[in-house]
């Protein structure tokens, strides 16, 4: 029985351990996107599917027993393709998302905002020095609202896109220290983030939190009713563990 584990996650890691440990034969899949990726122990697979028919062929060819979808819970299309391809071939999907934040302490204060377009908009009205902590390939949604604005823009790799002349590029990789993020959000005035949830990057709204900075947080799209979905690695290995042999 082989596992495809769609990872790029702290979470997705963690499973690859307790699948190594257990002893169960798998595949984590990266996307590639990210040009240093923290890669996870066992076989890796880097690379996109070609969409849902391609991710199909990989399923047969590959005798893929089960998938477990651990990307990012804003990697949407690679969850939709993984749904779709998992319905057709009939092969079980579990999603494995960490919470958000919605219950976390602060939260009564945030601004929640369906999209980055909205983001952007909601943000150019909330002060002018935004911290934009949503990604490279997302920037350009803020470009034009926020041009006129001392934006510190923080990403793991280059953008692809030319940045407005007011903004300052930082190239960081988290985890980030509390003392850090206290010293680099000095002037920030509003702070836009998605929900990413998880301790990984949450020091960044403690200080938000700390000083009345003002937070507009992207939503989450919602996980289908059909996909069952667990909250942390542990469970998905028992997930795993307890799958019918095929």
């Not at 690859?16 to 996870?40: I, T, Y």
């Not at 066992?42 to 070609?50: A, M, Q, S």
């Not at 007011?166 to 005035?189: I, K, N, Q």
């Not at 990413?196 to 709204?205: A, D, E, H």
């Amino acid at each position: 029985m082989t596992i495809l584990l769609l990872g790029g996650t702290g979470e997705a890691r963690e499973l690859a351990v307790l699948l190594q440990d257990a002893g169960a034969k798998f595949v984590s899949s990266l996307a590639g996107r990210v040009v240093r990726p923290r890669l996870p122990v066992g076989d890796v697979k880097i690379g996109g599917y070609g969409g849902v028919d391609g991710l199909r062929t990989y399923l047969v060819d590959n005798q893929i027993s089960a998938v477990v979808d651990a990307t990012h819970p804003f990697a949407t299309g690679m969850s939709a393709n993984a749904l779709a391809a998992c319905s057709e071939e009939h092969v079980p999907l579990l999603r494995l998302e960490r919470p958000g934040w919605s219950e976390a302490p602060g939260a009564d204060r945030w601004h929640w905002v369906d999209d980055h377009d909205e983001a952007a908009g909601l943000a150019a009205t909330l002060g002018d020095r935004p911290f934009l902590t949503v990604g490279r390939q997302s920037l350009h949604r803020f470009v034009d609202a926020l041009t006129g604005k001392a934006a510190l823009v923080r990403v793991v790799d280059e953008p692809d896109i030319a940045l407005p002349e007011l903004w300052t590029l930082l190239l960081s990789r988290g985890p980030y220290a509390l003392e850090d993020e206290r010293a680099l959000m000095a002037d920030v005035d509003v702070l836009v983030t998605k929900d990413s949830g998880g301790s990984f990057t949450w020091s960044k709204m403690q200080v938000a939190n700390e000083r009345d900075i003002q937070v507009v947080i992207v939503r989450r799209a919602a996980v289908p009713a059909e996909v069952e979905v667990v909250s942390d690695a542990d469970a998905a290995a028992a997930w795993v563990a307890a799958l019918p042999q095929r």
